[in-house]
């Protein structure tokens, strides 16, 4: 009997050793500190993701994105990507994360493993500065044209007006149609609108006449990605020891308490082991 149960034993064990393994390498924390480097899928976003005089990504997200990566013992790396596509992105390993001013819409609460709130955001109508007196409400804007990025939530809150939408590849691309006159008016960020827009701006001849609701940024991974939580926990250090809002006083950004906020814990020094194995 004690050989029979024994061998029972014996054989389950072998037979869970696999679903083990399977859960190791299903750690995407291990798998970014296996390979080096934690590739971050951006887009062109003053003041959250730009390049300087040099040709280096810069901004509120790409500093805490550096300082992510350096907290995992990794390299960052980043990749423009088509807004639109995403999720597809973040799922086919082309990237790891989304980190670039993204509002926790439906839709990205559904298809990624989000990490807490960051950032408080609106999206604004962008019109031009001489025109401006005749926006004072949603329903002065019906029958303009507006310029919206693809797949953003800008767009989202342009359909929900009913207007004649024109797509494009970015939120700077969205100012530009306004400039040029090609679009009535773009839907953007606030953050965006805040730094692009206004005198003493880089679209002084533009200006934001109305904010169409309310949101907050937060950072994507794959779904049921372990990264979340161990960025959730990197976030409540940084903002703890004031290095989230040195940051954020570099690029004029104000950021939500992150105390108050639950966060999980990663045991990251866990996660490295596994990585090595």
């Given amino acids: 009997m004690k050989k ?7 054989l389950m064990m072998l ?6 393994a399977a859960a190791e390498e299903e750690s995407d924390l291990a798998y970014v500190q296996d390979k080096g480097s934690l590739v971050v899928g951006i887009t062109e ?23 992510f990566a350096e907290s995992l ?3 960052v790396e980043f990749v423009e990507i088509d807004w639109d596509y995403k999720i597809p992105e973040l799922e086919a390993k082309n990237i790891d994360v989304v980190w670039n001013g993204m509002t926790l819409t439906d839709e990205v ?24 007196d005749m926006y004072k409400a949603p329903e002065d804007l019906e029958g303009l044209i507006l310029a919206v990025e693809k797949g953003s939530a800008g767009k989202a809150a342009a359909e929900e007006l009913g207007n004649e939408i024109t797509e494009v590849d970015t939120q ?3 100012l530009l149609e306004v400039s040029a006159g090609t679009s009535d008016a773009a839907v953007i960020d606030l953050v965006m609108a ?18 169409l609701n309310s949101e907050q940024y937060g950072v994507g991974f794959r779904k049921g990605s372990d990264l979340a939580a161990a960025l959730n926990e990197f976030f409540l250090a940084s903002y703890e020891d004031g290095t989230m809002q040195e940051i954020a006083d ?28």
């Fill in 4 to 10: 029979i149960l024994a061998f029972t034993l014996a």
């Fill in 15 to 20: 037979l869970a050793t696999p679903v083990f």
């Fill in 45 to 67: 976003y003053e003041p959250m993701d730009y390049r300087n005089e040099d040709g280096d990504w810069i901004g509120f997200d790409a500093d805490m994105a550096k300082a």
């Fill in 73 to 75: 013992g990794v390299d």
């Fill in 109 to 132: 609460l559904e298809g990624m493993e989000c990490s807490n709130a960051y950032c408080e955001n609106a999206q604004s109508v962008i019109v031009p500065a001489d025109a401006a």
């Fill in 172 to 174: 700077a691309a969205a």
């Fill in 194 to 211: 805040n730094a692009m827009v206004g005198e003493g701006t880089s679209y002084d001849d533009l200006v934001n006449v109305m904010n």
């Fill in 250 to 277: 570099t690029y004029g950004v104000a950021v939500i308490d992150q105390t108050a906020t639950e966060t999980e814990t990663v045991d990251t020094a866990d996660a490295a082991d596994v990585a090595a194995e």
